[in-house]
């Protein structure tokens, strides 16, 4: 277990804003920083960022928290695992609570733990046999110094090689004490029948990491060097429980940065198309490494920009797959361009044949629109062939269908009429054809069952002490140590958020309808038993996802006033009167207090009618107290 004070050295280095600025693209709002939801397709930025204090809030989905809780969410982090991560990247030491945790949290921890572990000592282990062994360095090393990649490059990506014993790395990794069944189950190693002693699955090969997002290794790409073996060029790692190829794009941990600094994502083919890019100065660029582009891949893309460029070759049948790319990119509401190379080159290639800004200006000068891109690839084929015309009429039109935007369709139908001579009224109703077919080929939903219009919610439904007991607890984490000045007893009193209130429940002697509150009211009491006021920053740190949700809920306003003063309309902030808000709602919540309590008693005299007079009394002392509340709140309003 990972020791408190370490824990605390985290929250205090952590800005939330950079954690959260490497998977979301932030723009400044105010105090805070929003941007679009990772967790939810919208158009309208929902996501804040307080950076003030300390927290995230997703309105469109509710999620909030602090960074830790944002890696837990987008990362499928544990808690420790969160930490771990941060602490890594703020350079702060883990100390380790010498405590011993339970064989079910061992086994709970261990599963994933493990696999990520085996990838990272296989990752250190194909870097060492590369740089520290003849064998890596003669083949392996001398192979990347041929592609053009210096050190620098070579680091950055963390490079390796796999020996040509068919066994090295099994070997190297039971000796370390990974057993069979981890080796089996994170793909590094095959086990069949004539070989129980188990075979490297990348034997003979330089490899190249798949890192997640983060940075951690998932999975491993790996390419054979000889000609003369019969053998797929490229093999990748299987699907396991921490890699899914589909979700994930080789480059996107080492260029998160750069796509959204220059808010453009360039999309190749291939590991080496990434790594000489970068080594060019071009950053901003990742690859689907040889698969078909998926909705998953777009939306990591998503999070740092909408702008996505396709770098291709002159090779057609790459260029005629890349439609399905662009249609799955246009639906999610991106930004396209493409753009060719010329005959003979690659990125790769292209990268390495001309300085880094004729490489940038030409990319630049040389990315068209999708409907420009179709039409030149489609139209030497079609040429003056009717029914071919009529072909590649239909494929631009069926791109333009997975548009969202309406108004967007509209631009591209006048845009494409004006380039095809066709007139806009025919494409128009092409369209229409087209995404009717577009909808007919999505997956229809089950049919669901027929749910009955529920009751609209009463007004009394609602527990106005609940209501009035949430927001106390809210005040205390908002402004617990603020001061304040309040009428106690007929005298003006000066005392903090978090007294006033927590005096105000151990005066009544009130019990937490909500278990969140109680826990929090809990500590707040605890901490003033100890001199010390415990609000919304103290919290922060505690191993709690719910209570992490509802700092969240607190401390971020939704809505800002700036709209407010360009039309010269201006409203006192809440922390301008903090007093009266306090005062105010303490005395409400007394009083309905006191109404709870008046409605419990007039239940027990009807379960109990032998007490009623002892009863009566009480409730006649409390409808004498809700008067005099009654009447302090007339004067307060």
């Not at 080496?272 to 582009?293: F, R, W």
């Not at 260029?319 to 790319?325: L, N, P, T």
């Not at 030149?376 to 631009?396: G, S």
């Amino acid at each position: 277990m990972i020791t408190q004070a370490t824990i605390d050295k985290i929250f205090s280095a952590i800005r939330v804003e950079e954690v959260v600025g490497e998977y979301v693209q932030l723009k400044k709002a105010g105090s805070n920083y929003k941007g679009l939801s990772p967790f939810h397709e919208e158009k309208t930025p929902s996501f804040v960022v307080s950076p003030s204090k300390q927290i995230w809030k997703d309105f469109s989905t509710g999620k909030g928290g602090t960074a830790v809780s944002f890696l837990m969410e987008i990362e499928n982090f544990s808690y420790p695992e969160a930490l771990r991560f941060l602490a890594k990247k703020y350079g702060i030491e883990v100390e380790e609570d010498i405590r011993e945790i339970s064989e079910e949290e061992k086994e709970n921890r261990n599963q994933k733990d493990l696999l990520y572990k085996i990838h990272e000592v296989a990752q250190n282990y194909f870097q060492e046999q590369l740089y520290e062994t003849e064998e890596g360095r003669n083949i392996g090393l001398s192979y990347f110094r041929e592609r053009g990649l210096d050190d620098l490059t070579l680091k950055k990506f963390q490079l390796g090689y796999s020996p040509e014993n068919k066994s090295a790395f099994t070997q190297y990794a039971l000796e370390k004490g990974y057993d069979k069944d981890l080796l089996e189950k994170s793909g590094l190693s095959i086990f069949p029948e004539n070989a129980p002693s188990g075979i490297d699955r990348f034997r003979e090969r330089v490899i190249f990491p798949i890192l997640s997002f983060s940075g951690r290794v998932l999975g491993f790409g790996a390419r054979i060097l000889k000609s003369n073996i019969k053998t797929a060029k490229y093999l990748n790692s299987p699907e396991t429980e921490i890699y899914h190829k589909s979700n994930v794009l080789y480059g996107i941990s080492q260029s998160k940065q750069s796509i959204s600094r220059e808010n453009q994502c360039l999309l190749v083919e291939g590991y080496m198309d990434v790594i000489s890019l970068h080594q060019a100065g071009i950053e901003n660029v990742v690859a689907s490494s040889g698969t078909a582009l998926t909705k998953e891949q777009i939306k990591l893309i998503k999070r740092l920009t909408p702008n996505v460029t396709l770098l291709f070759d002159g090779d057609a049948a790459g260029i005629k797959a890349s439609f399905r790319s662009i249609d799955l990119l246009l639906e999610a509401g991106m930004n396209i361009k493409v753009m060719l190379f010329p005959d003979g080159h690659d990125p790769d290639s292209f990268a390495k044949s001309f300085p880094q800004d004729y490489v940038k200006k030409y990319i630049q000068e040389h990315s068209v629109d999708f409907i420009h891109f179709k039409i030149n690839v489609l139209q030497e084929e079609a040429d003056t062939d009717p029914f071919k015309r009529a072909e590649l009429i239909k494929e631009v039109v069926k791109s333009i269908a997975f548009v969202p935007n309406l108004l967007q369709q509209e631009i591209f139908v006048q845009q494409a009429a004006g380039l095809l001579h066709v007139s806009e009224q025919n494409l128009f109703n092409e369209l229409q054809v087209q995404k009717t077919g577009i909808q007919q080929e999505k997956p229809q939903a089950k049919p669901q069952l027929k749910i009955e219009k529920p009751e609209p919610v009463r007004v009394d439904a609602i527990n106005p002490l609940l209501v009035l007991e949430e927001k106390l607890v809210e005040l205390m984490l908002k402004y617990g140590d603020k001061e304040i000045s309040i009428l106690k007893k007929d005298n003006i009193v000066k005392t903090t958020v978090v007294d006033a209130i927590i005096h105000h429940f151990e005066e009544d002697d009130y019990k937490m309808i909500s278990a969140l509150n109680q826990k929090i009211v809990s500590e707040i009491a605890k901490g003033l038993a100890q001199d010390e006021i415990r609000s919304g920053n103290f919290f922060l740190s505690l191993m709690d996802e719910d209570l992490t949700q509802k700092l969240s809920d607190a401390l971020i306003d939704h809505y800002q006033l700036s709209n407010w003063k360009k039309h010269n309309i201006f409203f006192s902030k809440e922390e301008e009167v903090v007093d009266k808000m306090v005062y105010d709602i303490i005395l409400r919540h007394k009083r309905e207090y006191v109404m709870k309590m008046i409605k419990d008693l007039q239940q027990k005299i009807k379960e109990e009618p032998g007490n009623d007079v002892q009863y009566y009394a009480v409730i006649l002392k409390l409808a004498q107290l809700k008067i005099e509340l009654d009447k302090v709140l007339y004067r307060v309003l």
